[in-house]
């Protein structure tokens, strides 16, 4: 039995455009077959690597973007993280 047969569990998530796009963009470069296997070898390569720290008290979900933009929230110990807009890349 593969692991497709296994997915039972639905993740709803809202992106803002730049967001989406960044998602595509990963998609297409590295020739995924959906958006669904994009986001799931981002999950796959963001948990393989080493915890930041705790979350800051009083942060919310909306306070974090996908892109690094300043949002209010960042975890315990880390500086402000600076607004950084995504930029396609050219062709």
């Known amino acids: 039995m593969n692991a497709a047969a296994n997915r039972d569990e639905r ?3 809202m992106l803002e455009g730049d967001e989406m796009r960044a998602v595509d963009d990963f998609r ?8 669904a296997a994009a986001v799931r ?3 796959k390569r963001g948990l393989a690597v080493e ?3 705790e979350v800051a008290d009083g942060s919310r979900s909306q306070d974090f973007g996908v892109l ?3 949002n209010g929230s960042h975890f315990k110990g880390d500086e402000e993280p600076e607004a950084e807009a995504y930029k396609a890349p050219r062709d």
């Not at 297409?28 to 958006?35: G, V």
């Open 68 to 70: 690094g933009i300043a």
């Open 11 to 13: 993740l709803q998530l």
């Open 28 to 35: 297409y470069k590295y020739r995924l077959p959906s958006r």
């Open 41 to 43: 070898e981002l999950l």
């Open 51 to 53: 915890p930041t720290g």
